[in-house]
């Protein structure tokens, strides 16, 4: 059996939503999702009962693009209620998500938990001569604004930094818990090292991609691989003896859809 593992396949493109639909089966194996899925409830929807029946098991994490609160609503679910609305449609799909009990790999090999991680952003993923408070004009100067500033409700936290401290304790603490005999893959949206954030297209994006408190926690957790997405530039490198995989999809001008998609499924293990 393999683990393989994909992000960013913003299926509100019909173009990606299409070629979610083609993917081939893998029934003995484990996909990985990890995040901008899609940007409803819905949609979402779509993707776990497609690809659920396919594969021996789905693993999401959420990006951004599911955290946004649908269609600019007032009095639609933003923030962690919204999160909780997600974790249950996922795990109505029998979908493993950050907040379930971590699965261990029953593949070949050294022992290894399969951790599906939620911990945002906070700005530090940024120059250090730019504040913190100059952050989205900084990044305006070049013509980039997050639409997670209007989109993404941090409630009941004041701002989404306290919102990631929060899920950056809760997801350590959890991590810190598997035994030690144990490896790790660790799943994330973002980056979980800056040096990692590599935007050629649009660098002042950075700040919205990660936190600089996960650097170290390839080391301090012992992982085999680090699965992320966001940044729709795919990339494989190996640090610490850790292989870094961004496996990003993304809109239709950042894939060929003459390849397919399953030529941009990533294998991991």
């Known amino acids: ?21 083609a993917l081939g089966a893998r029934p003995d194996d484990w996909l990985i999702l990890a995040g901008d899925i899609a940007d409803t409830m819905s949609d979402l929807g779509f993707v776990f009962a497609t690809l659920a029946p396919r594969f021996a098991r789905l693993i999401w994490t959420p990006g951004n693009h599911e955290l946004w609160r649908e269609n600019d609503a007032a009095d639609a679910p933003g923030g962690v209620e919204r999160y909780k609305a997600l974790v249950e449609l996922a795990r109505s799909h ?39 408070g100059e952050v989205v004009a900084w990044a305006a100067q070049q013509g980039i604004f997050a ?22 304790t809760l997801t350590a603490r959890r991590l810190a818990e598997i035994p030690e005999d144990r490896r790790t893959v660790l799943i994330n949206h973002y980056p979980l090292r800056p040096e990692d954030v590599i935007l050629p297209r ?14 170290d926690w390839h080391r301090r957790f012992r992982a ?46």
């Open 1 to 21: 059996m393999k683990l393989w593992a994909i992000s960013d396949l913003h299926v509100a493109s019909d173009v990606n939503r299409r070629a979610v639909a």
């Open 94 to 132: 029998g979908v493993i998500t950050p907040e379930d009990p971590y699965p261990d790999w029953p593949g070949s090999g050294v022992r290894t938990v399969i951790a599906p991680l939620l911990t945002l952003y906070d700005y530090s993923v940024r120059p250090p001569d730019v504040g913190r």
């Open 147 to 168: 639409t997670d500033e209007r989109r993404l409700d941090p409630t009941p936290y004041g701002d989404i930094v306290e919102w990631c401290q929060v899920r950056l």
């Open 202 to 215: 649009k660098p002042r994006y950075a700040p919205w991609s990660g936190t600089r408190a996960t650097a």
């Open 224 to 269: 085999r691989a680090v699965v992320y997405g966001h940044l729709h530039v795919r990339a494989s490198r190996f640090a610490d003896g850790v292989h870094f995989q961004e496996v990003s999809l993304g809109y239709p001008r950042h894939w060929d859809p003459a390849r397919g998609i399953d030529s941009y499924v990533r294998r991991i293990l």
